[in-house]
């Protein structure tokens, strides 16, 4: 099977503009979860979909946002961008059933997002 | 609050030599607990998990796991160290209580570097 597929994989933008992330999960895979990893703060849960619905979120600001689509494919969204923003933003894909929070998550490469 | 955590933020050993990777963890009830490993500019690869039944883990790359309640640890564990396992690696729980779809939480990494 193919691999969690994250496109672009660099990306560079300037303060205040925006941008859309994307992820293709394993077939068969219904859960995206998305992840923020940075020196300083290491790997932080941004928010998890399934089914096109958001199930959960992490300590994200409101310029964070996500959906699903009906392939499972998800894409991330950050508005208005920081500085602070600059990071390595990971997706994940399982197969997400209810209850099963032991479902192993497969991650994609990561998007290297620098914002100058 | 539902934790792990990794004391050593290096560890260096000789190759052909045992390496170990320390975390302990914080979570009530039943413990699951994976580790990752991250090599420069990729995302996280799945090594093991631990749900329930033996306490010793065997995953991938040869890497196994021991699981030890009494200790409240899940050390990672290689008897033969390779120089390509060198990397940077993390434990992880999806114990995060309450909501706790697609989320893991993870330690603050352990930089392991497999000298020839």
């Known amino acids: 099977k193919a691999g969690v597929t994250q496109t672009p994989r660099y990306l560079i933008k300037t303060r205040g503009q925006q941008v859309t992330l994307s992820c293709s999960p394993i077939s068969g895979h219904r859960s995206v979860s998305w992840y923020q990893q940075t020196p300083g703060q290491g790997l932080q849960f941004l928010f998890e979909?399934?089914?096109?619905?958001?199930?959960n979120k992490g300590n994200f600001p409101g310029r964070f946002s996500g959906r699903q689509f009906s392939n499972s494919r998800s894409e991330m969204n950050v508005s208005t961008l920081e500085l602070g923003d600059s990071a390595l933003y990971l997706c994940a894909s399982s197969l997400g059933l209810a209850g099963r929070s032991t479902d192993t998550q497969y991650f994609g490469p990561g998007t290297r997002l620098t914002v100058l | 609050a539902q934790s792990v955590a990794q004391p050593e933020d290096q560890v260096n050993v000789a190759e052909g030599n045992p390496l170990t990777v320390k975390c302990t963890y914080s979570?009530?009830?039943?413990?699951?607990l994976f580790w990752y490993v991250q090599y420069p500019n990729r995302g996280l690869q799945f090594l093991l998990k631990y749900i329930t039944g033996d306490n010793l883990v065997k995953g991938s790359y040869g890497f196994e796991a021991e699981f030890n309640k009494s200790q409240t640890s899940f050390h990672l564990k290689k008897p033969s160290a390779l120089v390509s396992d060198s990397a940077l690696y993390f434990c992880a729980t999806p114990n995060a209580g309450g909501t706790s779809y697609g989320k893991l939480t993870f330690g603050q990494g352990t930089i392991l570097t497999v000298h020839p």
């Open positions: 979909y399934f089914s096109e619905t958001q199930r």
């Open positions: 979570v009530s009830g039943n413990p699951y």
